[in-house]
Each structure stands twice: as structure tokens, then as C-alpha cells.
């Protein structure tokens, strides 16, 4: 694999860039490379500045479910540009792409629209806190809310990667107020209700965990979630900014049937540009401003053009209910494949991740336990095979409606020749 124009990006992006990056994520450190520079990607193909072609399953990280450069999705943005990049004043897409979510996410009585995963979390945690009145804040070894300062401990994705386990430049007292529990450990969030029970204003949690690899939530562990909630009159984020419009239409909410106070989407909503959105109950929702005292605010919120990608995208998702079911079977054929090759893999819909360890993977502990020089073998052997993947154990492999049976099939068959490789 010729990788000499991506090599001299990289050593002009690394003067100018951390890592030569513009989020850790994107890095090739924890595989032993530097990064590869993408030139250009169309349905589930990625090219590279070389001219290598991939079969992407990274899939920009979640948002491109429908593949890349979908038509309809690009026409609908190319329009949207032409009537103006930003107005920073309300416009008509605005309530209809507000209602289409709420459609498919009823519990999102009232919502906003924001600019990244990051905002959303932030946002609803600060709502829950202004409704509630209280400062803690429970959230689940592993799980990835973002980046904002409370947030960055025991946090997963490029954190893991990275092995940090808490974030510098986040003072003590930021996170003073934020609790870890285990994720699918009850015992964990009891004994901390039972301790603080009157102070915990919210517990955010991601309902299939992503963020440390595909960790599944273990039978009653969400039914769990939302009793102790309840019972402690603390508010229930599920941040489906990953599982939202994924594990269904409806989010994981609709998936498990177990129904959060507040919601956190983004990725798919935007449809591959910066949108977000976060809402629930109408009593909490009402505490922002302009009706409420929890501020939040954004010069490019509901932004004209990302909002037309969004509203373009969940329209075809919706209008082709078939599109979950193709996923399915396209993520079990990688499973299977997966599974004859010896790996672990867990799967919930089309995320998966393949575990380098012999047990069953269920919270953080297993998933740090993994062998992940063994999984830098195997990127490197499904790279060089044209299969572009995560450059973490930690991260799923994101399967889109737009990946062909060819492909799955070539990429079945490269994954179950890693164990003869020489
Ligand atoms: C990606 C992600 C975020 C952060 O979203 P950004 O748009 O990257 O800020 C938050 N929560 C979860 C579950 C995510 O997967």
C-alpha cells in the first residue's frame, strides 16, 4: 500500500495540529501508523490522497447510515447553501426537522437544536441540574458523553485509546460532582443513591455502550436505570447520540422499551453536518432560557444547512423502514464472520466491536483487559486488505445501508483469513 502523499500531509498537519489531528480519535498511534488522508468518499467507499480505496466501516464515526454522499441528502444541502449559509435568525426548517424527531422520539417533549454531541450532553446535564435544583451527577465507567470538563473521567473512546483516565486541564472541583458507577453493576448506582441519594440530579448513561467498544446493556440493567430514577426524582439521560436512529428509528429507547426524562442525539441527525439535539420532558425542557434561567445559546444552532442534511436523512430512514432490517442482516454476516475467525465480538444492530480477549466483555474492566496490540495486528491486516476500520479496540465498526453484499462478503472473507495470515 503506497501511503507517500498521506505521509507528507501528515508531516505538514503534525507542525500545525496535535498529533496531526483534529480530534485524538482520527490518530494511528495506538496501531502503530500515522494517519491516512481521505480524499474523497461515495457510498461505503472511502479513497485516500494515495488513491487507495477502502470499504469504510468507521463510517464518520455514526453519522453516515446511509453511506456517503447520498443524493438526495447532498441535493438537499446543495439548496439549503443556496438560500444562505446562516441567518443566526429562526427559519422554516427548523420546526420540521424539530418535529421529525420528536415523531420517532416521543419522550422529546420539547427539544433543542445544537452543534455537536458534546453541546447536547452538556446541555441536557445542565438542565436536569437546574430542574432538580441538585449538583451530582451520576455517569458509567467507559461511557462517552463528550468532552466537556465534568464528563472526562473514566471516560472511553479516544480517552482509552490514549489511557487517560481522567482529563488534564479539568480542575478537581470540576468533576467533584460527578460519580462513577459500573456499567451493568446496579449495585454500583444503588449504593450511590443510598449515599447521595437527594443531591444526584441526573444519571446519563449510553443505553448500548459504544464508546469502550460495543458493550451491551446486560436484561433489566436500563429497566433498572429508570426505576431507581424515579424513585429518587432524578432525572434519566439516555445519550443516544450514537444509538439514535440507529438501533431503530425510535433510538435504543424504542429498541429496549425503556423510556428516559431527557435525550441526547446527534451524529445521524445531522446527517454528516454539525447538528445535534437534546430535549425530553416539557417540565425540564422549560427551564431554558428564554422561559427559564438554565442558559444555552449557539450563534450556528439550527444552522440552515445542517439542518436541510438532517431533515433529508431521517426522511429516508423513515420513508424505507426496510433500511433496519438490511442492517441487521449485513452486521450478522460480520459477526458470523467475526466468529469463525475465533474473535469475541459483541453486537448490538449495526455496531459491533471484535474483542481481543477470551471473556465475555460486559463494563470497562473487560474492555481494558483486551490485548490491544493483537487488535493493532489485526487493523493493520484489514487495512492493507482495503478494509478501513476503527485505529482503536475501543471504538465500534459502524455498518451503513449503503454497504454492498459484495462488500460484506469481501470484507467477511478478509476477516476470517486473519487467523491463517502469515
Ligand atoms: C460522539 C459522542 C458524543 C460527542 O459528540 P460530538 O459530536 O463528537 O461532540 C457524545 N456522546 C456519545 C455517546 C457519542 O458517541
Redesign the pocket.
Known amino acids: 500500500m503506497n501511503t507517500e502523499r498521506s505521509q507528507v500531509l501528515y508531516n505538514e498537519a503534525v507542525k500545525l495540529m496535535p498529533g496531526g489531528v483534529n480530534s485524538p480519535v482520527r490518530a494511528f498511534k495506538a496501531v502503530g501508523r500515522t494517519p491516512i488522508f481521505i480524499e474523497s468518499a461515495k457510498g461505503d467507499r472511502i479513497t485516500d490522497a494515495d488513491g487507495n480505496e477502502f470499504i469504510d466501516y468507521v463510517c464518520s464515526?455514526?453519522p453516515n447510515i446511509l453511506g456517503h454522499g447520498r443524493p438526495e441528502v447532498v441535493e438537499a444541502v446543495k439548496k439549503a447553501c443556496e438560500k444562505g449559509l446562516t441567518f443566526g435568525a429562526c427559519h422554516e426548517g427548523e420546526p420540521a426537522l424539530a418535529k421529525l424527531i420528536q415523531k420517532h422520539f416521543p419522550s422529546m417533549e420539547m427539544l433543542r437544536l445544537v452543534n455537536?454531541?458534546?453541546?447536547a450532553?452538556m446541555s441536557a446535564i445542565r438542565a436536569s441540574r437546574g430542574f432538580t435544583g441538585r449538583d451530582k451527577i451520576i455517569k458509567f465507567e467507559g461511557c462517552?458523553?463528550?468532552?466537556s470538563d465534568g464528563l472526562l473521567v473514566k471516560a472511553g473512546s479516544g480517552l482509552m485509546t490514549n489511557s487517560i483516565p481522567s482529563g488534564a486541564g479539568v480542575p478537581q472541583s470540576f468533576t467533584d460532582c460527578t460519580l462513577l458507577a459500573g456499567y451493568n453493576d446496579p449495585s454500583s448506582v444503588e449504593s450511590l443513591f443510598e449515599k447521595y441519594g437527594g443531591e444526584i440530579a441526573c444519571v446519563i448513561v449510553?443505553p448500548c455502550a459504544?464508546?469502550m467498544g460495543v458493550v451491551l446493556p446486560k436484561k433489566g440493567f436500563l429497566e433498572f436505570l429508570r426505576e431507581i430514577t424515579s424513585k429518587y426524582n432524578s432525572v434519566l439521560i439516555f445519550?443516544e447520540?450514537?444509538t439514535g436512529f440507529r438501533l431503530s428509528l425510535g433510538g435504543a429507547q424504542k429498541y429496549y422499551g425503556v423510556i428516559p426524562d431527557m435525550t441526547?442525539l446527534?451524529?445521524i441527525v445531522g446527517g454528516g453536518m454539525p447538528l445535534?439535539a437534546y430535549g425530553g420532558k416539557r417540565e425540564i425542557m422549560e427551564c431554558v432560557a428564554p422561559l427559564g434561567s438554565v442558559y444555552q445559546a449557539g450563534t450556528l444552532s439550527g444552522n440552515p444547512t445542517a439542518v436541510a442534511a438532517g431533515k433529508a436523512t431521517l426522511e429516508i430512514l423513515e420513508q424505507n423502514p426496510g433500511i433496519y432490517l438490511a442492517l441487521e442482516e449485513k452486521s450478522a454476516r460480520l459477526e458470523a464472520s467475526m466468529k469463525k475467525a475465533g474473535l469475541n465480538v459483541n453486537r448490538c444492530g449495526s455496531l459491533l466491536t471484535a474483542f481481543f480477549t477470551d471473556k465475555p466483555v460486559e463494563n470497562y474492566d473487560g474492555a481494558v483487559s483486551c490485548n490491544v496490540k493483537k487488535y493493532g495486528e489485526y487493523f493493520n491486516y484489514l487495512l492493507e486488505n482495503g478494509i478501513y476500520t476503527a485505529p482503536s479496540q475501543f471504538e465500534a465498526m459502524f455498518v451503513s445501508f449503503a454497504h454492498s453484499d459484495e462488500d460484506i462478503s469481501k470484507t467477511c472473507q478478509i476477516i476470517e483469513s486473519f487467523a491463517d495470515r502469515k
Not at 116 to 119: K, N
Not at 144 to 147: C, E, Q, R, S
Open positions: 464515526w455514526g455537536s454531541g458534546t453541546e450532553v462517552y458523553h463528550g468532552h449510553e459504544a464508546n445519550d447520540v450514537i441526547t446527534g451524529k445535534a
